[in-house]
């Protein structure tokens, strides 16, 4: 049996106020991920995804690439095992 994995993103940059959370969930969809997205009030997203370690690491360099690049200054990343307590992914805030 395959071990989940937590990702633990924080995107810096103009990531607020341009459907950068949005388009993170549509990116989620294609890929076998659970978690959620949320606006932090100092500026940051903050992402929060679990999964295999593989198909959260294609998630991770898909988001980019689905025309947000643009908008992502820096993104700080952690990881740690997954707890399996989410269902879907959805965007909390």
Do not use: C
């Amino acid at each position: 049996m395959v071990e989940r994995q937590r990702l633990h993103i924080h995107y810096q940059g103009r990531v607020q106020g341009v459907g950068f959370r949005w388009a993170v969930r549509e990116v989620a969809e294609v890929f076998d991920v659970t978690g959620w997205i949320r606006n932090l009030s100092d500026g940051r997203v903050e992402l929060v995804a679990e999964g295999e370690r593989p198909e959260l690491e294609a998630f991770q360099d898909a988001v980019p690439k689905a025309g947000l690049r643009r908008f992502i200054r820096t993104a700080t990343e952690d990881w740690s095992n997954g707890t399996g307590e989410f269902r879907g992914f959805e965007i909390t805030g």
